[in-house]
């Protein structure tokens, strides 16, 4: 059983930017494509980023390409996801979220991913 835990949330104003962490428990970490995913109030939950086992091979949102980056430190057992340029619509719960389906591409579909943590609240004020 995989544990994932998420910290960084906060409330910040539009054009601020956080960090969003994530550590997994146990050994495995580095075998795993790691997601980020977002659920606002009355909305279903939303695919932010994610990427693969391997370092580099990413994917984005459209709606955060260029402001959000995601990363990840296999030593630290830890995905980051760097946030700038924040807006008020990107307000959510934030969760990550690890696929152990050793998959090439990092999935899009929330039902792929087999982890989940606890979400960490980001609100973006205007």
């Known amino acids: 059983q995989v544990q994932l835990v998420e910290s960084g949330g906060g409330l910040v104003q539009a054009g601020g930017s956080l960090r969003l962490s994530c550590t997994a428990s146990g050994r495995a970490f580095s075998s795993y494509a790691m997601g980020w995913f977002r659920q606002a109030p009355g909305k279903e939950r939303e695919f932010v980023a994610a990427m693969s086992k391997s370092v580099g091979n990413t994917r984005y949102v459209e709606s955060v390409k260029g402001r959000f980056t995601i990363s990840r430190d296999n030593a630290k057992n830890t995905v980051y996801l760097q946030m700038n340029s924040l807006k008020p619509e990107d307000t959510a719960v934030y969760y990550c979220?690890?696929?152990?389906?050793?998959?090439?591409?990092?999935?899009?579909?929330?039902?792929?991913?087999?982890?989940w943590g606890q979400g960490t609240q980001v609100t973006v004020s205007s």
């Open positions: 979220a690890a696929d152990n389906g050793g998959r090439w591409l990092a999935p899009l579909n929330p039902n792929e991913y087999d982890y």
